[in-house]
């Protein structure tokens, strides 16, 4: 088999004095995602599916919470070591497509960015990292700002 897909998820709760980091970019808001990490659950969804496509555990197992060497860790330095670890293996990321859900702020004006810092860190292109946002129409605890959800899906390739 040539192709591996992976699926990741991650959700982190919105508080105050906590910065809003997702897809490496700093994003102004007056609440931040909360985690032992930055708390970047866009990034952490995409390592969450790349782990997954090769059925090598998830991001826990390799930076877990409870080690304090991780503390405030930047999520796009786990990122490379995940791809590393990818790359070992013999695969190389085809494609990442996301889907980030969050009521406030709005997505739209920072996914470039987004998709060009991750698909910089990975050293692969542009095209191949999608980023779409979307609400959660005011419903559950995401609906209700309480926090941001990020679903993802990668697509593997054999190197």
Do not use: C
């Not at 040539?2 to 982190?12: A, P, Q, T």
């Not at 494609?95 to 998709?115: G, R, Y």
């Amino acid at each position: 088999m040539n192709i591996r897909i992976g699926n990741g998820y991650d959700i982190h709760r919105l508080v105050p004095d906590r910065p809003l980091i997702l897809g490496g970019i700093k994003i102004p808001h007056s609440l931040g995602l909360l985690g032992h990490s930055d708390a970047d659950a866009l990034t952490h969804a995409i390592m969450d599916a790349m782990l997954g496509a090769l059925s090598l555990g998830d991001i826990g197992h390799y930076f877990p919470p409870s080690d304090h060497k991780w503390a405030g860790a930047d999520s796009l330095l786990l990122l490379q070591q995940v791809d590393e670890l990818i790359q070992a293996n013999g695969w190389q990321v085809g494609n990442i497509d996301s889907v980030i859900i969050a009521e406030q702020p709005k997505m739209k004006p920072h996914l470039q960015a987004m998709q060009e810092k991750l698909a910089h860190t990975l050293q692969i292109n542009i095209d191949q990292v999608g980023i779409k946002a979307t609400t959660n129409e005011k419903l559950g605890p995401v609906g209700r700002e309480e926090g941001i959800a990020v679903y993802t899906v990668v697509l593997l390739v054999k190197s």
